[in-house]
């Protein structure tokens, strides 16, 4: 393979590999955001069926 052709596959690979795939870390920090939302979702429904229970 000519070393033209192999940088330019090369640097597609690397386009690629930099846009389409997650680390570790950003993986850890998705998994924190979701844990966060969950989280305050769950205090937001007690909240609700608090004031719901106080309404009934």
Excluded: F, Y
Aim: aromatic content about 2%; overall charge negative; proline content about 2%.
């Amino acid at each position: 393979m000519p070393d033209e052709q192999a940088e330019v596959q090369a640097e597609a690979l690397k386009d690629i590999v930099n846009t389409e795939l997650m680390s570790k870390r950003d993986l850890t920090e998705a998994k924190i955001e979701i844990i966060k939302w969950v989280a305050g979702m769950l205090v937001a429904q007690a909240a609700i069926v608090a004031t719901l229970v106080k309404l009934l």
